[in-house]
Nanobody
Framework: QVQLVESGGGLVQSGGSLRLSCVAS????????LGWYQQAPGKQRELVAQ???????DRVPSMNGRFIVSGDYAKNTVYLQLNDLKPEDTATYYC???????????????WGQGTQVTVSS
């Protein structure tokens, strides 16, 4: 089991920024991807962006152009930079890892507990 712990959420005014962090404890696992998901109240959990250990790319923008996912696989850490926050960005943000046990090929999906981001107007 990969354990994921998020931090950095909080209350911020519209137009402000936050940086979320996720630290993975991956003993016995190989992590293939690390990423962030967003789940707003009453809405489906959606992918923000993710990075892959197989790629040299460690900085990936979100589709809205205001968020950036970056990572440091050596430190088992992935970040979510939230810029120009808007009230509609209010949500719980979840860290995600897709990982495999050493010697196994079947990927296993892992989730953090989530960190709350609230944007006021």
């Amino acid at each position: 089991q990969v354990q994921l712990v998020e931090s950095g959420g909080g209350l911020v005014q519209s137009g402000g920024s936050l940086r979320l962090s996720c630290v993975a404890s991956r003993t016995g696992f190989i992590i293939d991807t690390l990423g962030w998901y967003q789940q707003a109240p009453g809405k489906q959990r959606e992918l923000v962006a993710q990075i892959s250990s197989a790629s040299s790319t460690d900085r990936v923008p979100s589709m809205n152009g205001r968020f950036i996912v970056s990572g440091d696989y050596a430190k088992n850490t992935v970040y979510l930079q939230l810029n120009d926050l808007k009230p509609e960005d209010t949500a719980t943000y979840y860290c995600n890892a897709v990982a495999r046990r050493y010697g196994r090929s079947q990927p296993i999906n892992h989730w953090g507990q989530g960190t709350q981001v609230t944007v006021s107007s």
